[in-house]
Nanobody, 120 residues
Framework: QVQLVESGGGLVQAGGSLRLSCAASGRTFSINAMAWFRQPPGKERELVARIMRSGSSTFYADSVKGRFTISRDSGRNTVYLQMNSLKPEDTAVYYC?????????????WGQGTQVTVSS
């Protein structure tokens, strides 16, 4: 199996920046794609961004396009989410996930989540 650990969440003011990290371990050879999801309090989980493990392709939700950037390290076992121009509506628990199949899902393994709070 694969284990995922997120880090980098915290409290920032509107307009600020934050960088999230997700480190994968275990059967990382099976990973084909990596993604970030978020879940605001009382709302359903939604896709934020996804990336092929090779780094060849990326996808962003319309709500974050132009503000967030997803990337992975050269070892292909860590995925990042650089968040700029943060808005209060970005407040949520952010989860990383990986899949051994298509990057459209389903995602096989999930991290515990990291809280991001944006104050106005």
């Amino acid at each position: 199996q694969v284990q995922l650990v997120e880090s980098g969440g915290g409290l920032v003011q509107a307009g600020g920046s934050l960088r999230l990290s997700c480190a994968a371990s275990g059967r990382t050879f099976s990973i084909n794609a990596m993604a970030w999801f978020r879940q605001p309090p009382g709302k359903e989980r939604e896709l934020v961004a996804r990336i092929m493990r090779s780094g060849s392709s990326t996808f962003y939700a319309d709500s974050v396009k132009g503000r967030f950037t997803i990337s992975r390290d050269s070892g292909r076992n860590t995925v990042y989410l650089q968040m700029n121009s943060l808005k209060p509506e970005d407040t949520a628990v952010y989860y990383c996930a990986v899949t051994g199949g298509s990057w459209t899902g389903p995602y096989d393994y999930w991290g515990q989540g990291t809280q991001v709070t944006v104050s106005s």
